[in-house]
């Protein structure tokens, strides 16, 4: 729901700012592309300097996971407006008329099918290899679910906010099936900062994480 996008503040974007400076990568899932139609950029020019500074494109690339490809990528700013052409994450499947639509935008790294979604642990492999090192995962919660329960996640920002939403359609940072009974990823707090207006900005430790 875009109308519950922003409740964090500005020291929540400007702490997005900071970690998306600071990654080789952002990946999104289409979900997001689709409804939100991201544009994943560092926006300050303090951060895109300091990028440049460290030898680094102004912008990290962006990534986009899709088992099915349902997003109009054409009409997406994330196709059109990037300084390097983003990379989609899907499966060779599909018919060879929408992967090389596709390749006329992003480029393609094709990794098989699961039930669910892709085989993100070797996705993850593969990105190494192109020298991906630092991945900035914003969501949607799906994915954020599919790569923590995968054990692909080290840490998780969370920003808490003195504000109540309910409703069946507010979005949750985890979705998708949920652990078994018993199982779950637990998390070590590394630290915790009190900001403005009560809000809380936290970071743990996933320790589940697959060492790598």
């Given at each position: 729901d875009r109308a519950l996008?922003?409740?964090?503040?500005?020291?929540?974007?400007?702490?997005?700012?900071?970690?998306?400076?600071?990654?080789?990568?952002v990946m999104i899932g289409a979900a997001t592309v689709r409804d939100e139609n991201p544009r994943l950029r560092v926006s300050s020019q303090q951060w895109v300097e300091a990028r440049r500074l460290s030898g680094r494109t102004s912008q990290p690339r962006a990534i986009v996971v899709s088992r099915s490809l349902d997003f109009p990528w054409h009409e997406r700013e994330l196709?059109?407006?990037?300084?390097?052409?983003?990379?989609v994450i899907t499966h060779p499947e599909?018919?060879?008329?929408?992967?090389?639509?596709?390749?006329?935008?992003?480029?393609?790294?094709?990794?098989?099918?699961?039930?669910?979604?892709?085989?993100?642990?070797?996705?993850?492999?593969e990105l190494?290899?192109?020298?991906?090192?630092?991945l900035l995962l914003e969501g949607g919660g799906?994915?954020?679910?599919?790569?923590?329960?995968?054990?692909?996640?080290?840490?998780?920002?969370?920003?808490?906010c003195p504000l109540v939403f309910g409703g069946h359609s507010s979005p949750g940072a985890f979705s998708g099936?949920?652990?078994?009974?018993?199982h779950q990823a637990s998390l070590a707090l590394l630290s915790l900062r009190q900001g403005e207006e009560d809000r809380l900005f936290l970071r743990y430790r996933c320790l589940n994480a697959t060492p790598r």
């Open positions: 996008h922003g409740f964090g503040g500005a020291e929540d974007r400007d702490l997005m700012e900071e970690l998306r400076s600071r990654a080789d990568a196709f059109r407006s990037s300084e390097t052409r983003p990379l599909h018919p060879d008329s929408v992967l090389n639509d596709l390749r006329s935008v992003a480029d393609l790294l094709l990794v098989p099918a699961t039930d669910r979604g892709v085989d993100l642990p070797l996705a993850m492999e190494s290899g192109l020298g991906i090192d630092q799906e994915l954020n679910f599919a790569m923590l329960s995968a054990g692909l996640v080290d840490e998780f920002h969370l920003t808490l099936p949920g652990f078994a009974a018993g």
